[in-house]
T-cell receptor, first 110, second 116 residues
């Protein structure tokens, strides 16, 4: 069965500090990995996907198949990055169900 | 607003009552998903439609839960004989069916159900 683990429920950093949100997964095949974000009073929305190898709002994430990890990183956190972040995977590229982690609440302090 | 809409946004009901939620996806999206999110957890998949066909159901979807998408447009999720454990945020998402890798799912605002 597929599973996503985000070990930190809460993460607090200061503005300008680097931030890393951890995500580990278990899946026997080749998953597609994503990060979704939910800002206060807003809808859940896609932040980035590993297949695109993109950087969104300064965030990047590298898929490490050996460690089965997909950690989200940003070198200099901003206050507007404060949000709930969910790591998710799907088991096929055609777009079926998403399996989400429990989420990490990131707070960036001034 | 051309995004995914859900109605109602909040529902309070007594244990044992039936409730029905509606989801209107983005108009050109033929895939529609239902998820459930309890406090402190990430969303959990419930079921998925492609057009009017219900293609996948989670084991979380007990026989008290039923979802429909009769004309391949809006969808309804009904919970019969509600229990306190059904209290959660029910999220709907839609996506297009395009060639190529994963198609982004667009989420609605959710319906928060409270069962007293």
């Amino acid at each position: 069965a597929q599973r996503v683990t985000q070990p930190e429920k809460l993460l607090s950093v200061f503005k300008g500090a680097p931030v890393e949100l951890k995500c580990n997964y278990s899946y026997s095949g080749s998953p597609e990995l994503f990060w979704y974000v939910q800002y206060s009073r807003q809808r859940l929305q896609l932040l980035l996907r590993h297949i695109s190898r993109e950087s969104i709002k300064g965030f990047t994430a590298d898929l490490n198949k050996g460690e089965t990890s997909f950690h989200l990183k940003k070198p200099f956190a901003q206050e507007e990055d404060s949000a709930m972040y969910y790591c998710a995977l799907t088991k096929e590229t055609s777009g079926s169900r998403l399996t989400f982690g429990e989420g990490t609440q990131l707070t960036v302090n001034p | 607003d051309t995004g995914v809409s859900q109605d109602p946004r909040h529902k309070i009901t007594k244990r044992g009552q039936n409730v029905t939620f509606r989801c209107d996806p983005i108009s050109e999206h033929n895939r529609l998903y239902w998820y459930r999110q309890t406090l402190g957890q990430g969303p959990e998949f419930l079921t998925y439609f492609q057009n009017e066909a219900q293609l996948e159901k989670s084991r979380l979807l007990s026989d008290r839960f039923s979802a429909e998408r009769p004309k391949g447009s809006f969808s309804t999720l009904e919970i019969q004989r509600t229990e306190q454990g059904d209290s959660a945020m029910y999220l709907c998402a839609s996506s297009p069916q395009l060639a190529g890798p994963y198609n982004e799912q667009f989420f609605g605002p959710g319906t928060r159900l409270t069962v007293l």
